[in-house]
T-cell receptor, first 114, second 114 residues
């Protein structure tokens, strides 16, 4: 158990659906991240939130909309996705204040877009 | 462009032997490197990290070596066990200003033969 919990573990959605991925960290960290892991590419950084403020958007299409209401929770809202968006979406957290650069990952949400 | 890459996509190792996983990086400005292990159905788990002011760091059964001259990173696993079968990723931190930005390599799959 890494202290980072993601729900749901699996999600199947149609291209017209709207769904949300949830991430919660119990580590007292102040930075949270979304990564995309697909079979053909290395782990890709999508978004970074530092103290609830978005500090990085790695050219992610607008059909992915992140939300960080507080330092412990992170959401990824999905709408009108494409089949190529099927992947494992990983949430991570870290503590920026103490200088640590280690990220703690959740188990991910395996997303299939039909 | 700047990237982190792995030399070998799959490594088969006899149980009890030592494993060596290699990684090349190209961003000379990176000063922090980290290795993760990812088992099936799980998110990446931290193994060991190293800063650029060091060339070697040891953990329990694992050693990371950093050669800044040739921009090369390696992970050595001593007495490889069946539980070591997983995909291993190296990553470098390319930005610390407002949240860490770990850039990952493509991963190496380690298969431990009994």
């Amino acid at each position: 158990e890494t202290g980072v919990t993601q729900t749901p573990r699996h999600l199947v959605m149609g291209m017209t659906n709207k769904k949300s991925l949830k991430c919660e960290q119990h580590l007292g960290h102040n930075a949270m991240y979304w990564y995309k892991q697909s079979a053909k590419k290395p782990l890709e950084l999508m978004f970074v939130y530092n103290f609830k403020e978005q500090t990085e958007n790695n050219s992610v299409p607008s059909r992915f909309s992140p939300e960080c209401p507080n330092s412990s929770h992170l959401f990824l809202h999905l709408h009108t996705l494409q089949p190529e968006d099927s992947a494992l979406y990983l949430c991570a957290s870290s503590s920026v204040l103490d200088g640590s650069e280690k990220l703690f990952f959740g188990s991910g949400t395996q997303l299939s877009v039909l | 462009g700047e990237s982190v890459g792995l030399h070998l996509p799959t490594l088969s190792v006899q149980e009890g032997d030592n494993s060596i996983i290699n990684c090349a990086y190209s961003n000379s400005a990176s000063d922090y490197f980290i290795w993760y292990k990812q088992e099936s159905g799980k998110g990446p788990q931290f193994i060991i990290d190293i800063r650029s002011n060091m060339d070697k760091r040891q953990g329990q059964r694992v050693t990371v070596l950093l050669n800044k001259t040739v921009k090369h990173l390696s992970l050595q696993i001593a007495a490889t066990q069946p539980g070591d079968s997983a995909v291993y990723f190296c990553a470098e931190n390319i930005g610390k200003a407002a949240g860490n930005k770990l850039t990952f390599g493509g991963g190496t799959r380690v298969l431990v033969k009994p």
